[in-house]
């Protein structure tokens, strides 16, 4: 028999909730988030750290989950696509512009935009249409054409300017 | 207020589940299955030797480790030719797991099944399989010449060879005033959805029932073939689709090698067993399209107008034919597009090669169809000296001319009859848009500053809403919800919504109180798939037909409740009432939900509402029967609609390009459509679907390619390397629509979900063509591309 392998308790803060797992060294912190902590809203599209489909927020900074072992980042605050919600659990803004400017069709790679457009604008509050098509640039969608999402990364701004 | 939704540009159901996390596809669920992973060949093509698993089988978390010799009964048979045709007189399908030999790289020849997938994976890098090479074919040329064989026993490497035929070409191409030869090439791409594929598995042995989810798009089809081929009663089968993360075509497939393996190793195991397809295994081991060489003759008149049209298609069908040869059928039949062609002749060769299978990509034959005839239309113009859009005008199909029979059989094998369209009007539209006339003062004006810029165009008709027909099912529960469900599943066209909208304006009810299921058998259990862009045309009229014997129904039990004819009944906002009675008149309304309670005559009172139906509830007419002669309880319905050929949709696209005078950058500076897919259901989804079309149109135009080296290696499996469109790789598209209404379906609907991506090639061609002053004959087209074209040109 090959020997087992070693396992550690990693414990991350999650959408504000503390979570731990015991997994071995080479667990990626997106199957760590998805079959670990079973928070599935963030996808898996390519592995390579290409697609942007599992960009979370790590310590509020958007990382690609495919690439990160969930070791390495023991003790790290995590954004999901789960904690974009308001606190009501209603769509937060991000989520609300996608919806308004059908910027999704299958779904599938929207965590990973609204997670990315959710920090881009903690930077930049207000961009223009071209810097919010740059902002995106990193993301792959095979669904959209990404005008929408474009567009969706606008009207977040709005509602983001809105709130008191 | 009205319930009307039907044609509006509503948000979309399904978005508040999908935004917040909340969505599930396939990898989503069974956290507690087992995982599989396969070794599969590294090599084009070869015979598997020996299997040797000695380094694997002490790996801990090892469940099990199959070949093809432990595939019993029908599992181990060669996989099902889903669509046979006589012209396919040579048609192989491949193994579920390599059966002695293999061809293509990424074919499957072992499964492995652990306790999770990091396991699974260990395993298969200790399994050695020893091969005996055999020479591979790659290319369209290799497999034309056909010195080397992927079958032994295929000659030439042909598939199948069809012809199909209307006038008699030899002599109008011989009488032409005018002929042109054309020679071309579209490479391979592939539908590359963000989501993989994927198969779960549960085998309940007390009732000896299985349950699969599958990332398909078509799983009630999945539920005969596992059925057959596992050898199960169908009725203990489950198929669902559930969330699926695109598919554009790749997932129309089935029974995939994997789909029948799962399901297999989860009854072998009596355990939960998960497979999610990898980036890398998608690109080898699921399907690619597109690669076609063609050459065209064309003769016509010193006005342009096509006089004889000679195609000859060679298609790459990649190792295996499962879907048949339906992808060059419909290349050689859409490629006349909005045209008459005088006389026509094609001809194609589906060509075996060592690379992965060729199936249906979004589009499906369509755009090398459009690419060959739009590429013709401009050497007309060049060669005569005309506007292009002049020359296309003059061989359009008139609209007083619909229906227009081509004489040919399209790929539903039924007569390629267009049902309607306008398309002066769609050109008329479409110049405007994109300022066709005012074209020339801006290329001067560019080239005055140093700047290099054309524009082209390209024409399509897609045949869509193909049959054989699609079934919906609607039921009003006895709380006002509407829930309705359709066979065909869904992968992210919004069906959920556009269905709702259908079914809620048909019976008079607010959308959000419609639930639509998809893609579930055990909800729905006849129906043929999506693809072909048919969701909208089939199940929307199935559900239609439901919707509208359910409102028959309420309108009759209303019509008995309140002692009112139900011709003087209408349903507004979920409540039946006397046709234009003001809300809330006493006697004069009754609830949906109380109506679907009425419907049901119960012995048993579950809840208050339900105490209305009992025996002793209410009058009670004790001359009939509770339930009537030839009626059933409760408030639903079943519709189907099965057309009687496939209706057309068209459109037209103008680009406006810039090419780098000295690197040969190609960028696009507009992106104009103008689109006619008959009565909208919601504008809004139609343009996204549009938007997304485009996309890939682009992507397959200037980035997409499969790179294959000699020994039939895919060099840019990954998406590193294969160069799928991010954001800033697609132009702005602008759209403008016709609606010119289907005569074949009540709803007057036409296909929508493929359009964008049919002209993506043909259009960036023809206004690359104009940019550099030389014909493109060749996509998709890099910046190097383009660069040695200049080069070759400049040293003839």
Redo the contacts between chains.
């Keep these: 028999?090959?020997?087992?392998e070693e396992l550690y308790e990693v414990t991350l803060v999650v959408n504000g909730v503390p979570r731990s797992a015991t997994v071995?060294a080479?667990?990626l912190l997106s199957d760590f988030l998805?079959?670990d902590l079973?928070?599935?809203?963030?996808?898996?599209?390519?592995?390579?750290g290409?697609?942007g489909?599992c960009t979370v927020l790590v310590d509020g900074r958007p990382i690609r989950s495919c690439l990160q072992f969930a070791v390495t980042v023991d003790g790290a605050e995590v954004t999901?696509?789960?904690g974009?919600?308001r606190p009501d659990?209603e769509?937060g803004p991000v989520?609300q512009a996608?919806?308004?400017c059908?910027g999704?069709?299958?779904?599938?790679?929207?965590?990973g935009f609204?997670t990315t457009i959710t920090a881009y604008l903690e930077e930049n509050p207000a961009p223009t249409a071209e810097e919010a098509?740059?902002a995106?640039?990193?993301?792959?969608?095979?669904?959209?054409?990404?005008?929408?999402?474009?567009a969706s990364v606008l009207r977040a701004a709005e509602l983001r300017a809105e709130e008191p | 207020m009205t319930t009307r939704s039907f044609g509006e540009p509503i948000a979309r159901l399904e978005d508040p589940r999908l935004l917040t996390g909340r969505g599930r596809f396939l990898d989503d669920i069974g956290h507690r299955a087992l995982a599989a992973a396969f070794v599969r060949s590294p090599h084009a093509h070869a015979r598997i030797a020996d299997i040797d698993v000695t380094d694997a089988v002490d790996v801990e978390g090892l469940v099990a480790i199959f070949t093809h010799d432990d595939l019993d009964g029908r599992a181990g048979e060669p996989l099902p030719l889903l669509i046979p045709h006589e012209a396919l007189t040579h048609g192989r399908t491949g193994y579920a797991l390599a059966k002695d030999e293999v061809n293509h790289v990424g074919e499957p020849i072992v499964m492995v099944v652990a306790t999770d997938r990091y396991v699974a994976e260990d395993v298969c890098a200790r399994i050695r399989v020893d091969y005996e090479f055999l020479p591979p074919v790659v290319g369209i040329e290799a497999a034309r010449e056909a010195e080397l064989l992927v079958h032994d026993d295929v000659p030439g490497n042909v598939a199948a060879h069809m012809v199909q035929q209307n006038g008699d070409v030899e002599a109008a191409l011989a009488a032409a005033p005018h002929v042109l030869e054309l020679d071309l090439d579209i490479e391979r791409s592939a539908s590359t959805p963000l989501e993989g594929r994927g198969v779960h598995a549960r085998w309940d042995p007390d009732d000896a029932s299985l349950r699969v989810y599958t990332s398909t798009q078509a799983s009630t089809s999945v539920r005969a073939a596992l059925a057959a081929r596992l050898e199960l009663p169908l009725d203990r089968v489950e198929v669902v689709a559930p969330d699926v993360g695109g598919g554009f075509g790749v997932k129309i497939v089935h029974p995939w090698p994997e789909e029948v393996l799962v399901p297999w190793a989860a009854i072998r195991l009596g355990r939960e067993v998960k497979w999610t397809e990898d980036r890398r295994e998608h690109f080898v081991g699921a399907t690619h399209e597109r690669g076609q060489l063609q050459h065209v003759e064309v003769g016509f008149d010193d006005d342009g107008r096509l006089l004889g049209l000679d195609v000859t298609v060679w298609h790459d069908n990649g190792a295996y034919t499962p879907y048949g040869i339906i992808v060059p059928i419909i290349t050689t039949t859409q490629l006349l597009g909005p045209y008459k062609p005088g006389a026509y002749r094609a001809e194609f060769f589906s060509l075996y090669t060592n690379t992965v299978t060729v199936t249906p990509y979004r589009g499906a034959g369509r755009p090398q169809g459009c690419f060959a005839m739009e590429r013709t239309m401009d050497a007309i113009a060049a060669h005569l000296g005309l506007d292009r859009t002049v020359v296309r005008e003059r061989n359009f199909i008139r609209p007083d001319e619909m229906p227009y029979d081509h004489g040919l059989i399209f790929q539903d094998g039924r007569p390629l009859v267009y049902d309607s369209g306008d398309y002066p009007a769609t050109l008329d539209k479409l110049k405007k848009l994109i300022g066709w006339d005012e074209f020339e003062a801006f290329r001067a004006e560019a080239r005055a500053a140093g700047r290099r810029v054309g524009i082209g165009i390209a024409c399509y008709v897609e045949g869509t809403g193909v049959g054989p027909y699609e079934g919906g099912w609607v039921k009003v529960e006895t709380d006002g919800t509407v829930v309705a469900a359709t066979g065909l599943t869904t992968q992210g066209q919004g069906h959920r919504t556009v269905f709702a909208q259908v079914v809620a304006s048909e019976l008079g009810v607010p959308v959000d109180r419609v639930v639509v299921t998809t893609g579930d058998t055990r909800r729905f259990g006849y129906a043929v798939g999506t693809f072909a862009s048919r969701a909208a045309v089939m199940s929307g009229n199935a559900l239609a037909s439901a919707a509208r014997k359910v409102r028959e129904k309420a309108l009759r039990v209303a019509g008995e409740a309140l002692e009112a004819d139900p011709r003087d009944l209408e349903i507004v906002d979920g409540v039946v009432r006397v046709t234009g009675s003001p809300a809330g008149a006493p006697g004069a309304s009754i609830p949906l939900a109380t109506v679907a309670v009425l419907a049901n005559p119960l012995r048993y009172a579950f809840d208050r509402e339900a105490e209305r139906a009992t025996q002793f509830g209410g009058p009670v007419d004790f001359s009939k029967p509770p339930v009537a002669e030839g009626d059933s309880p409760g408030l639903e319905d079943t519709g189907f609609y099965s057309p009687p050929r496939s209706t057309f949709a068209n459109g037209m696209h103008a680009a406006i390009v810039e090419t780098d005078p000295d690197t040969a950058e190609i960028s696009i500076l507009r992106y104009c459509v103008v689109h006619d897919c008959g009565t909208l259901i919601n504008p809004r989804i139609v343009e996204g679907q549009i938007h997304g079309g485009v996309a890939q149109g682009v992507g397959g135009a200037l980035y997409e390619r499969m790179v294959y080296d000699d020994a039939g290696q895919l060099l840019n499996a990954s998406f590193m390397d294969f160069l799928m469109p991010y954001a800033t790789e697609v132009p702005v598209i602008e759209t403008d629509h016709l609606e010119t209404p289907s005569p074949l379906n009540p709803l007057g609907i036409k296909g929508a979900g493929e359009a964008g991506v049919i002209p993506g090639s043909a259009v960036l061609a023809s206004a690359i063509s104009d940019a550099e002053g030389f014909a493109v004959t060749r996509m998709p087209i890099s910046p190097s591309d383009l660069f040695s074209l200049r080069l070759a040109r400049e040293s003839r």
């Design positions: 028999m090959s020997a087992a071995p080479r667990r998805r079959h079973e928070l599935t809203g963030t996808h898996v599209g390519c592995e390579h290409v697609c489909a999901t696509v789960e974009c919600t659990g769509l989520q996608f919806r308004d059908h999704l069709q299958c779904g599938f790679c929207t965590p609204v098509r740059e995106i640039a990193g993301n792959l969608c095979r669904c959209t054409g990404y005008q929408n999402i474009v």
